[in-house]
């Protein structure tokens, strides 16, 4: 996967499992190895998170509004994954959700249990959103030697004292795995969709599982990644799938959440965010980390005021020195002192907690006297939990278990999302299209699809995501112009947008991309990735330029989708995008040169014709000649564009109708005063210019993918006068001119001469009229006849058709 977030932590579980004396932390062993300490800034570097720094927390400090909790100031909560898009969304007044959890271990829940607990009671305390608590008694059951009922029974024991921390029923939803899921198709569904997408190799890389594991293992950590998804909980969040996620938890459970987060934009949801806390000690040390299953290592939320202060007393690992001399003299070690490492927790007084650790360090105060404060605050703390516990029954614990809609002030004064669900937008969409395919952006970010089908005939597409107007459900279907293939399309997710790529069933250009010329606004050409494809009529498709090219198009089409998911590939797509943009803008400033030049002969023409009448002629010619000369001499650049395959043209027709009018205008018109004046060649004039009016305005719309139906009637409707009307005008030019070309000879060749060869020219114009008249008037009359029907008559009775 490309995404980041596991690269750098691939394999380092299980590497660090085989070496034995390694710091070695996984979601269910934490040792550290052969060091004193947990090394928290390798670990960071070992799973990839980023550190708590100054800036966040003035940034934390910033957007609540308040003094960032000890915890944070204490950098107990070192480390986090995206945090700051949280912070982001609470500054935005947008929704997000905490989520934290608990495996139950041991009846009675241990201060290292608590921490996170505590630190999640501020920060819903502080942001003021819903809470959901899972109780793994799944997890506890594949991994300890427990019974199911035993699990659950813990996770219902455990729920007991998290309520007795203090957290708000009509915020807080807590479920123990067995239960919940047993009743959440929701919530079933997604962690199946999380299985689907992690295969075995990548849970044993993140997660270190070994052969011998029971399978159940291998399946649960999607289970802890649903909860991170927001319709794992329809109650809560009404169905939302998008709705953020905070997670305040140690950071061994990180491998979960690097998982959820790989997965979590295939699966159209939002990666969660982490906030990730250091181990919280056990007695015996700094290198230990609190274990239920160690009692002399732990303090548990069930231990009388005595206990734990026995507890502290004979167990708690102390940073003073051996004798009361020598600790006078040197000073305690605050960094492995536990007394002090807790309070460091539970001291919530910046000043009274430096003033200890002064005095602590300066040997003035003994380890004893940190312990007899920590005694006393723990023993406070404890003593409100299990007095709050006392009043929590069964009923209690049920009602938080229940699946119900929490008091969320943000599902009713954010902008309602039922209300603007029920009204359907249309996305922002562009298309462009090659030969062989055709590629649609849908500019939705976050798209979570209600229905994308597409069949050969349409592509139905509707769901929910963030577009132009913001969350909504957006929606939207295209009938094809023509039939597309819908085995070898593809769709890639971007940032912002969604690509569709979808071949079509025939190699051709579209002249739009819908079946209807009607124009849909929320639908536009990709100015910036069309691709200029001709169909003009009079270039046949059938012709060998035309179908070489599509032979070496087929072949690219070939390695296209082979190689299409490769980054090469995409740059040469750039490249040749680029190429065939400078080639577009090109084409259409030709084209709009020559139709400018054209316009001024037909305007020019129209004139004189309305003011002299039959006398046009005598004056039409010194008007328009010059620029006649230079349109019809750039017109030859046609004939290279079909050669350099600029457009698809067909050869020999560009070129007989180039050729035939350099014959009328350079050897018969130009030349021969008489024929200045003819009203033969003032209605050449006219014909031409109007036939180039229509078709060069034509082109560039089709250069620029657009379809304006009046144009397309226009071109192939026009010929039908104007093409005979053209020829013959022509014809007799050359006919009234005869007489003066005989007469002057200006291109004969009359014998002897070197070459032994006559030629007059009057003799073979007339076999060229009679040769135009006979093939290749004709031949351009079936043509333009061919393509019109193809443009108009097909498409009015495929419209038709659908129709019915
Ligand atoms: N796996 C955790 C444990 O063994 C329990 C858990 C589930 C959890 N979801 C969580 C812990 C989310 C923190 C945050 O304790």
């Known amino acids: 996967m490309a995404e980041g977030d596991s690269n750098n932590t691939n394999g380092s579980v299980d590497r660090e499992i085989t070496e034995g004396n390694v710091q070695n932390v996984t979601?269910?062993?934490?040792?550290?190895?052969?060091?004193?300490?947990?090394?928290?800034?390798?670990?960071?570097?070992?799973?990839?998170?980023?550190?708590?720094?100054?800036?966040?927390?003035?940034?934390?400090?910033?957007?609540?509004?308040?003094?960032?909790?000890?915890?944070?100031?204490?950098?107990?909560?070192?480390?986090?994954?995206?945090?700051?898009?949280?912070?982001?969304?609470?500054?935005?007044?947008?929704?997000?959700?905490?989520?934290?959890?608990?495996?139950?271990?041991?009846?009675?829940?241990?201060?290292?249990h608590?921490?996170?607990?505590?630190?999640?009671?501020?920060?819903?305390?502080?942001f003021d959103v819903p809470l959901v608590i899972q109780l793994t008694d799944d997890e506890k059951f594949l991994w300890r030697d427990l019974t199911l009922e035993e699990a659950h029974h813990m996770a219902i024991e455990n729920a007991k004292e998290i309520i007795s921390i203090g957290f708000d029923i009509n915020k807080t939803f807590i479920f123990t795995d067995l239960n919940y899921i047993a009743q959440s198709r929701e919530f079933l569904s997604n962690v199946l969709k999380i299985q689907k997408c992690v295969n075995l190799n990548q849970a044993k890389k993140v997660f270190g599982f070994e052969d011998t594991d029971n399978i159940g293992k291998v399946g649960y950590p999607a289970v802890q990644a649903a909860t991170a998804f927001s319709n794992s909980f329809p109650f809560i969040f009404g169905g939302r799938p998008d709705i953020s996620c905070l997670i305040p938890c140690a950071i061994d459970q990180d491998p979960f959440f690097r998982v959820t987060r790989d997965v979590a934009p295939r699966l159209g949801y939002q990666k969660p965010s982490t906030f990730y806390s250091s181990f919280f000690p056990g007695l015996e040390g700094p290198g230990s980390k609190m274990s239920a299953s160690i009692p002399t290592s732990s303090i548990f939320l069930s231990d009388s005021p005595k206990t734990i202060k026995d507890k502290i007393n004979k167990h708690a690992f102390s940073g003073g020195k051996d004798t009361i001399e020598e600790h006078r003299k040197l000073g305690g070690d605050t960094t492995v002192d536990i007394s002090y490492q807790y309070l460091t927790f539970f001291l919530e007084d910046d000043e009274a907690l430096a003033k200890i650790k002064k005095d602590y360090e300066s040997g003035e105060l003994l380890t004893g006297y940190l312990k007899k404060e920590l005694i006393s605050i723990l023993q406070k703390i404890i003593k409100d939990i299990q007095d709050r516990k006392a009043t929590i029954t069964d009923e209690v614990v049920q009602e938080f278990m229940k699946p119900r809609p929490l008091n969320f002030k943000f599902m009713s004064t954010n902008i309602n999302y039922t209300h603007t669900m029920t009204?359907?937008?249309?996305?922002?969409?562009?298309?462009?299209?090659?030969?062989?395919?055709?590629?649609?952006?849908?500019?939705?970010?976050?798209?979570?699809?209600?229905?994308?089908?597409?069949?050969?005939?349409?592509?139905?597409?509707?769901?929910?995501?963030?577009?132009?107007?913001?969350?909504?459900?957006?929606?939207?279907?295209?009938?094809?112009?023509?039939?597309?293939?819908?085995?070898?399309?593809?769709?890639?997710?971007?940032?912002?947008?969604?690509?569709?790529?979808?071949?079509?069933?025939?190699?051709?250009?579209?002249?739009?991309?819908?079946?209807k010329p009607e124009k849909l606004h929320w639908l536009q050409t990709d100015w910036s990735r069309a691709t200029f494809e001709d169909s003009d009529p009079e270039n046949d498709p059938e012709n060998s330029e035309a179908s070489m090219r599509d032979e070496q198009d087929d072949q690219l089409k070939k390695l296209m989708s082979d190689l299409y998911k490769d980054k090469?590939?995409?740059?040469?797509?750039?490249?040749?995008?680029?190429?065939?943009?400078?080639?577009?803008?090109?084409?259409?400033?030709?084209?709009?040169?020559?139709?400018?030049?054209?316009?001024?002969?037909?305007?020019?023409?129209?004139?004189?014709?309305?003011?002299?009448?039959?006398?046009?002629?005598?004056?039409?010619?010194?008007?328009?000649?010059?620029?006649?000369?230079?349109?019809?001499?750039?017109?030859f650049m046609e004939i290279i564009h079909v050669l350099l395959g600029w457009s698809k043209g067909d050869l020999t027709s560009t070129v007989f109708q180039n050729v035939g009018r350099w014959i009328i205008l350079f050897i018969v018109?130009?030349?021969?005063?008489?024929?200045?004046?003819?009203?033969?060649f003032t209605m050449v004039c006219f014909c031409w210019s109007a036939i180039e009016v229509i078709r060069f305005p034509y082109y560039i719309l089709q250069l620029l993918n657009l379809d304006v139906e009046m144009m397309t009637w226009l071109r192939y409707t026009a010929w039908i006068p104007l093409y005979p009307t053209g020829m013959l005008s022509e014809m007799l030019t050359i006919l009234f001119t005869l007489p003066e070309i005989h007469k002057e000879g200006k291109f004969d060749l009359p014998l002897p001469n070197n070459f032994n060869i006559s030629f007059n020219m009057s003799l073979a114009l007339q076999y060229y009229a009679i040769i135009v008249t006979l093939i290749f008037g004709p031949y351009m009359l079936y043509h333009m006849y061919k393509q019109s029907y193809k443009k108009l008559g097909l498409n009015k009775k495929k419209g038709k058709e659908k129709e019915n």
């Open 27 to 112: 979601p269910w062993t934490a040792t550290t190895g052969s060091e004193a300490t947990f090394d928290y800034q390798r670990l960071i570097k070992q799973f990839g998170t980023t550190p708590v720094d100054e800036e966040l927390i003035k940034k934390y400090e910033r957007i609540t509004g308040k003094k960032a909790h000890h915890l944070i100031r204490r950098n107990v909560f070192f480390s986090h994954r995206s945090l700051d898009d949280i912070l982001d969304l609470y500054e935005k007044k947008q929704p997000f959700y905490l989520y934290t959890g608990r495996g139950p271990s041991s009846e009675s829940m241990h201060l290292g």
């Open 114 to 126: 608590l921490i996170p607990f505590m630190f999640t009671k501020h920060l819903q305390d502080i």
């Open 423 to 515: 009204e359907v937008l249309f996305p922002s969409v562009k298309w462009c299209q090659k030969l062989h395919f055709i590629a649609l952006s849908v500019y939705v970010s976050e798209f979570i699809p209600d229905n994308i089908n597409i069949t050969k005939l349409y592509i139905q597409f509707s769901g929910t995501g963030i577009g132009a107007a913001g969350r909504n459900k957006y929606a939207f279907e295209i009938h094809f112009f023509k039939d597309i293939e819908t085995e070898r399309m593809r769709m890639f997710t971007y940032e912002n947008y969604i690509e569709f790529r979808i071949p079509k069933a025939e190699v051709e250009s579209w002249p739009r991309l819908t079946l």
């Open 568 to 635: 090469e590939n995409e740059i040469d797509e750039m490249k040749e995008n680029l190429e065939q943009n400078t080639t577009k803008t090109y084409l259409i400033c030709f084209n709009s040169l020559l139709w400018c030049m054209f316009s001024y002969i037909f305007v020019v023409t129209l004139r004189m014709l309305f003011v002299y009448q039959s006398e046009a002629g005598l004056h039409l010619y010194s008007s328009v000649i010059s620029t006649l000369m230079i349109a019809e001499g750039i017109q």
């Open 669 to 680: 018109v130009i030349p021969h005063e008489s024929a200045h004046s003819l009203p033969a």
